[in-house]
């Protein structure tokens, strides 16, 4: 039967969620507490990978078992084989044609940030600090430049092989509350670094270091000039994938 979890994980520690041959990853560490408790040898999917330092609050993962446990059960038997950081929220099952990656239609991202000088314990691990709130009311007028159907080479971090760079970004919502400024991007799909990079278009808008004529010009020549800050991954979290 073919299994779909639903986890969650502080990335901080991980390099990553794809197994690599040197570095402590989501990916092996799941299959790892999987063979352990089903004595199998499993390869899990997941819906995207996640890079060194990004979260994850609702990570999909599908895998095939034998294993005889009803599988509401699955997430309660695998939570004391992983470690504090990763851990499985919910076990369900699915139609063997179900593919947690291709089946997805939509995934959102969230990037946080936080207004200081000083980073503070509680924050420094899943927010990315800035000096000053940029401007609320111009970040969401270069938010709907960026929504919709474009070629986003603009936003692909150099030396990513992927050749077709047109996605869909159904959504920017940029919320503050006090010192805290949350965006929350939702696309169909969304290439190496670019959700970091949506992030740091918006906030070098709002800071005013990047007009909305040179956002919207980036955009339509694909050329980010050296304008567009990645931001760092700590504030990225995989917040949602969605399958209807």
Do not use: W
């Amino acid at each position: 039967m073919r299994i779909l979890l639903t986890i969650s994980y502080d990335g901080t520690d991980f390099c990553g969620y794809q197994i690599q041959p040197n570095g402590r990853t989501v990916e092996e560490t799941l299959n790892v507490a999987i063979e352990k408790l089903t004595g199998e040898s499993v390869k899990s999917v997941a819906s995207g990978r996640t890079d060194s330092g990004v979260h994850a609050l609702s990570q999909k993962v599908h895998f095939d078992t034998e294993f005889k446990i009803p599988p509401e059960k699955f997430a309660n038997a695998l939570n004391p084989l992983l470690p504090p950081d990763v851990k499985v929220i919910k076990s369900q099952k699915v139609s063997d044609s179900f593919h947690v990656r291709y089946s997805a239609k939509r995934k959102t991202y969230r990037y946080s940030m936080v207004v200081g000088n000083i980073e503070r314990p509680l924050e420094t691990r899943y927010k990315t600090l800035i000096p000053t709130m940029p401007d609320i009311s111009l970040m969401k007028e270069g938010a709907k430049l960026i929504e919709g159907e474009h070629d986003f080479k603009c936003f692909l971090a150099s030396g990513s092989s992927v050749k077709d760079t047109v996605r869909t970004v159904y959504s920017i919502k940029i919320i503050k509350k006090g010192r805290n400024l949350d965006f929350y991007v939702t696309g169909n799909g969304f290439l190496y670094n670019m959700v970091r990079m949506i992030a740091g278009a918006l906030v070098a808008v709002g800071e005013k270091r990047l007009s909305l004529t040179e956002l919207k010009e980036i955009i339509l020549s694909g050329d980010r000039k050296n304008k567009v800050k990645t931001m760092q991954a700590k504030g990225l979290t995989l917040y949602s994938v969605i399958y209807k």
